[in-house]
Nanobody, 123 residues
Framework: QVQLVESGGGLVQAGGSLRLSCAASGRTFSRYAMGWFRQAPGKERQFVAA????????YAADSVKGRFTISRDNVKSTLYLQMNSLKAEDMAVYYC????????????????WGQGTQVTVSS
């Protein structure tokens, strides 16, 4: 199995940018479809973006499309989420997730999850 550790969260002003990273260890990273999710206090976990095993396919939720970009580096075994033009409603704990059952997963049923990193947006 794969172990996932997120980093890069923090406090940022509205309109600012952050880049989240998710370092993977264990099995070969390129075997996993990957995704980013977020959960705000009192709300359900929400899909943010997904990327295929080799990075040729990506998809982002409408709420972040045009502002957030998902990418991966299979040599470095790392997943990224570049977040620009951050808004107050983007404030949440962000989780990366992996799934070795399929090439590209647009659902929420990922198998492996990180512990999350907090993103706080001040207005």
């Amino acid at each position: 199995q794969v172990q996932l550790v997120e980093s890069g969260g923090g406090l940022v002003q509205a309109g600012g940018s952050l880049r989240l990273s998710c370092a993977a260890s264990g099995r070969t990273f390129s075997r996993y479809a990957m995704g980013w999710f977020r959960q705000a206090p009192g709300k359900e976990r929400q899909f943010v973006a997904a990327i295929s095993r080799n990075g040729d396919l990506t998809y982002a939720a409408d709420s972040v499309k045009g502002r957030f970009t998902i990418s991966r580096d299979n040599v470095k075994s790392t997943l990224y989420l570049q977040m620009n033009s951050l808004k107050a409603e983007d404030m949440a704990v962000y989780y990366c997730a992996g799934d070795d059952r399929m090439t590209f997963n647009l659902g929420t049923d990922y198998v492996y999850w990180g512990q999350g990193t907090q993103v706080t947006v001040s207005s």
